[in-house]
């Protein structure tokens, strides 16, 4: 039975602008219609190149709002001035599309990520996104590296100029409702989830150990469950609906690997999980009815996402963690936040890198400073997941990333052949 009872989740209250804020954004919008900054951007980017070392991006994905508001970019834009004064460097633009787009150096990650949540709340408290942003985030916000991602940004401002891409996806379904989501809880607890239970090897390519077998990651797969149990809505577009959905879909996980974990007994195992799962009275019976020689067998896979929100919890998560023999996976990473988190001062043992076939074509500099960063972390063990390429595991090699995972190492543990032997083809046949 859920526990929602028409009431928002604890720390899901509306965010709302002050009076000052809101007068000062409303005023603007209707003294000055915004120009659109597209060509504005895209000169500086072309003429500047040599001179962007160090700048960082944020995106602001306004149009994936469903009910758009015309002062959007002002609000926006004068929530990140209170950037302004801490910075060597902001400027905002107003991109076409109704997205904003700020160039920065200069300032903590924290501090941006805070003022990021800050302008999220603001909009998702009022209306939800219509799918996920260009980078395949259900956030309406992205911070990044601009020389990791110098390309892809031309990119998309020249398609917006094509007039090819960036009015926002189509919304295939409506997002889940409160109504819905009750009666999907209803319904899984009365499913049996074990058809979407799958697990997923994470190998060892590096040659240090005998079994290339890391872990395997245990999963619930959400577009399947959806379409069995939910095919008219869209679970993932409510932010806050979804992370309240998956807390209780751990509890439904737990459940059914309190009932044996024969079918994974001998192998090693990581569990996706919220960090607010990990302290429930759910994963306190998981913990107690764990099997002996599962204790220290066992990986939690928290996503980067609940890390950034919830920092003060993680901390108290890797210290139960610690006692109880669990390692930490932090989950969701790219090349941005590897090289902007410290790993092993949040103590977790595993980090998990999204491949993208645009880490080819990343700046020289910075592609060095990313595989420094890897290298010097040395108590962390980084994956390279989401691999559905060779070229991306020959990359992993490349980087110095000892462990991969992905449709790709399916494939070739499939065919019976080791993913080490594999990868040492795959880097003759291009040499």
Request: charge should be neutral; glycine fraction near 6%; include cysteine.
């Amino acid at each position: 039975m859920s526990s929602f009872r028409g009431k928002p989740p604890i720390g899901r209250d509306r965010v709302r602008l002050s009076t000052m804020e809101k007068q000062a954004a409303v005023a603007a919008a209707k003294d000055s219609k915004p120009e659109f900054d597209n060509d504005k951007l895209l000169n500086l980017l072309r003429s500047a190149k040599a001179e962007l070392q160090g700048m960082r991006l944020i995106h602001m994905h306004l149009s994936l709002l469903k009910d758009k508001d015309p002062a959007s970019q002002m609000i926006v834009r004068t929530i990140i001035q209170e950037l302004g004064s801490k910075a060597s460097y902001l400027q905002s633009f107003n991109i076409s599309n109704g997205d904003v787009i700020v160039l920065y150096k200069g300032l903590k990650l924290s501090g941006v990520t805070e003022v990021c949540q800050k302008v999220e709340q603001v909009f998702l408290s009022k209306t939800t996104l219509v799918g996920a942003n260009p980078y395949k985030e259900y956030s309406l916000y992205s911070i990044m590296e601009l020389a990791l991602n110098f390309i892809n940004v031309i990119r998309f401002i020249e398609e917006l100029q094509r007039g090819e891409s960036g009015g926002g996806s189509a919304e295939t379904k409506p997002p889940i409702t409160l109504e819905e989501l009750g009666k999907l809880e209803r319904s899984m607890q009365m499913f049996d989830l074990s058809p979407f239970l799958f697990n997923q090897a994470i190998c060892n390519i590096s040659g240090e150990v005998e079994d290339e077998m890391e872990y395997f990651e245990l999963y619930i797969s959400i577009k399947l469950l959806q379409e069995r149990l939910c095919p008219d809505y869209d679970i993932t577009a409510n932010k806050w609906l979804f992370n309240y959905f998956t807390a209780n879909l751990d509890q439904s996980v737990l459940r059914a690997l309190n009932h044996g974990l024969s079918f994974m007994r001998g192998r090693r195992i990581g569990i996706n999980i919220n960090l607010s799962t990990v302290i429930s009275t759910g994963f306190v019976k998981f913990d107690e009815r764990l099997p002996i020689d599962f204790r220290g067998q066992v990986v939690l896979e928290v996503g980067k996402g609940d890390l950034i929100e919830n920092l003060s919890l993680f901390n108290e998560v890797v210290e139960f963690a610690q006692d109880r023999r669990y390692q930490i996976a932090v989950d969701g990473l790219n090349p941005f936040w590897v090289t902007n988190f410290d790993l092993e001062y949040l103590n977790a043992n595993y980090a998990k890198i999204f491949w993208s076939p645009d880490m080819l074509e990343m700046d020289p500099t910075f592609e060095k400073y990313f595989f420094d960063r890897i290298a010097e972390q040395d108590r962390c063990k980084f994956i390279l997941a989401r691999c559905d390429t060779v070229s991306s595991l020959v990359y992993a090699h490349k980087a110095g990333i000892k462990l991969v995972q992905g449709r790709a190492v399916d494939n070739i543990l499939r065919k019976g052949v080791s993913v080490r032997e594999a990868i040492a083809t795959a880097k003759g046949m291009t040499e």
